[in-house]
C-alpha cells in the first residue's frame, strides 16, 4: 500500500512557476513508476508527466513538454513537478499517482494522492 500527499499548489500569474511535491510512504516506493495528472474544471482528469523507478525515463503530454519537468528523490520518498511558463490553461487540481507495474506511462496507476490546486491567473 502506498500513501501519497501532494503539496506546493497555489495562485499564480501566467508565466510563473511551481514545483509541486509528492510524499510517498511505503519501502517499496523507489520500483514504482510515478506520474502526474491534472483535472480542470468541468474536464475529464488527463495525464502531465511521468517518471520511471530510476529516473532514467521520462514522459511528458504534450501540452507541458518543455514547460514541465518531473524528477524524483527516492531517498526522500518524494516525486516532484517543476512548471515554468504557467498558463491559465494550466490551472487544475495536480494529482499524483503511483503504478506498481511497467507498461503504460499514461494510465493504469494504482495509487492517487488527494490532489493540490493550481490557479494560474491572466
Known amino acids: 500500500q502506498v500513501q501519497l500527499v501532494e503539496s506546493g499548489g497555489g495562485l499564480v500569474q501566467a508565466g510563473g512557476s511551481l514545483r509541486l511535491s509528492c510524499a510517498a510512504s511505503g519501502r517499496t516506493f523507489s520500483s514504482y513508476r510515478m506520474g502526474w495528472f491534472r483535472q480542470a474544471p468541468g474536464m475529464e482528469r488527463e495525464f502531465a508527466a511521468a517518471i520511471n523507478w530510476s529516473a532514467g525515463f521520462t514522459y511528458y503530454a504534450d501540452s507541458v513538454k518543455g514547460r514541465f519537468t518531473i524528477s524524483r528523490d527516492n531517498a526522500k520518498n518524494t516525486v516532484y513537478l517543476q512548471m515554468n511558463s504557467l498558463k491559465p490553461e494550466d490551472t487544475a487540481i495536480y494529482y499524483c499517482?503511483?503504478?506498481?507495474?511497467?507498461?503504460?506511462?499514461?494510465?493504469?496507476?494504482?495509487?492517487w494522492g488527494q490532489g493540490t490546486q493550481v490557479t494560474v491567473s491572466s
Open positions: 499517482a503511483a503504478r506498481r507495474l511497467p507498461g503504460s506511462w499514461t494510465s493504469g496507476y494504482d495509487y
